[in-house]
């Protein structure tokens, strides 16, 4: 028998043995309760996989994306109307 195996099968026997101590300890029934904390345990491991944690990204490809996202726009210039090009003076607007 493998360690994992060892294991699983002391783990499925403490939950069995819990469930046949809730249920008022019937005699008889052993498969039943046996077969019961398999499927919790296994139900157990399935959520455990199904809700981990995202990985998180890799240094190099964080340190891009945090970089990125620091930078700003640069602040937008005032752009000149055709007249203030050729002479350089600014005209008032025509209201």
């Known amino acids: ?7 699983d099968d002391a783990a499925i026997r ?3 043995y819990l469930l046949w101590e809730k249920e008022g300890r019937p005699a008889g029934r052993e498969m039943e ?3 019961r904390a398999q499927v919790a345990l296994v139900g157990n491991e399935q959520l455990k996989s ?9 240094k190099a ?6 970089a990125a996202s620091t ?8 752009t ?3 007249a203030e090009k050729a ?3 600014a005209k008032p607007k025509k209201k």
């Open 80 to 82: 000149k109307t055709k």
């Open 61 to 66: 490809e964080g340190q891009a994306i945090s």
């Open 14 to 16: 403490e939950q069995a």
């Open 33 to 35: 309760f046996w077969t």
């Open 87 to 89: 002479d350089g003076k």
């Open 50 to 58: 199904l809700t981990k944690p995202t990985p998180k990204r890799a």
């Open 1 to 7: 028998m493998t360690q994992a195996h060892a294991n």
């Open 71 to 78: 930078l700003k726009a640069p602040p937008a210039k005032a």
